[in-house]
């Protein structure tokens, strides 16, 4: 790929801004990157590429590569809701950008009927969680923010563990998300290469490896496995997840999935090698469809 050679070490691929749940501006989140030392990055905002160009504004302007991308809320058959991050898709491809949209439309009523059953026990109102969400699409983590803030815990962890976990009273799943099978195929469709989000995070269950070929069969270029909330959460399936990647050769991502304050995570805690960076690179897509052909997005080199 053209200025591949140029692209800069530690790479990392999973951060967010407020445009989605993180507490900093796209612009912020950046500058934070590269205080941490991080030179090439990804803006990975839930279902939405909203914060793209004033991300790479600030990547050109500190010499960084930026490689665009985003989270996209997604469903797995008895494994609940997951996240799939695509990266250097075609932002402007109508059907990825239409379920994108309808994800990010039922938002602001699955955090109001949340609000209403909390309110049985937790005095919060849906007015503070879109005061802290700030014009962004309403999310779990600030409604978090709303019950750390008045005491009920002490971070955002705290709440997902204890209050706001699937399965809770609390808790709605979020409506309208795509298939996994379905997402996969769409990324691909707009140019991009789909990665599943840190796999054994939010899951004490493992992936069996038969499930794992039909999604790599079916367009997923790999797994995000540095991440440190898959090691904190589900060691154990995290090390049968490496025993696959070695028999299977998948791409491993490494990232921090920064979120501000709302998270311990910093930029640069994990990162993905040069060589995988390569070859995510090299599976996307140009508008003719024929691999290892230029994104359509491209890769942008300070």
């Given at each position: ?75 797995l058959p008895k494994a609940g809701g997951m ?13 990825l950008n239409e379920v994108m949209g309808r ?200």
């Amino acid at each position: 790929m053209n200025g591949l050679s140029r692209a800069q070490a530690p790479i990392d691929l999973h951060l967010h801004s407020t445009i989605s749940d993180g507490t900093d501006e796209p612009t912020r989140v950046v500058e934070a990157a590269f205080e941490a030392g991080v030179r090439t990055m990804s803006l990975t905002d839930h279902d939405t590429t909203v914060g793209w160009d004033e991300a790479i504004a600030a990547c050109q302007r500190l010499g960084m590569t930026f490689i665009p991308g985003a989270e996209i809320s997604v469903s797995l058959p008895k494994a609940g809701g997951m996240h799939l991050l695509a990266y250097l898709f075609d932002p402007l491809n109508a059907p990825l950008n239409e379920v994108m949209g309808r994800v990010q439309g039922g938002r602001e009523d699955r955090i109001t009927e949340i609000v209403r059953r909390l309110r049985a026990k937790y005095d919060i109102t849906v007015e503070e969680v879109l005061d802290v969400a700030a014009g962004a699409p309403p999310q779990r983590p600030h409604v978090a923010a709303v019950l750390i803030r008045h005491g009920y815990a002490v971070d955002t962890d705290e709440v997902f563990s204890t209050i706001l976990y699937p399965g809770s009273e609390f808790y709605i799943p979020t409506a309208k998300k795509p298939d996994i099978l379905e997402a996969i195929a769409l990324v691909r469709a707009a140019g991009g290469v789909p990665i599943l989000a840190h796999p054994t995070a939010r899951t004490e269950h493992t992936m069996p490896k038969e499930n794992l070929i039909r999604l790599l069969d079916a367009g997923l270029g790999g797994l995000e496995l540095d991440h440190q909330e898959n090691r904190r959460n589900n060691p154990e399936s995290l090390a049968i997840l490496w025993e696959y990647q070695r028999e299977l050769d998948f791409i491993v991502t490494g990232s921090s999935d920064y979120h501000g304050t709302r998270k311990v995570n910093r930029p640069g805690d994990d990162t993905t090698s040069p060589e995988m960076l390569e070859r995510l690179i090299e599976s996307a897509r140009g508008s003719s469809g024929s691999a290892g052909s230029e994104p359509v997005y491209p890769v942008l080199v300070g």
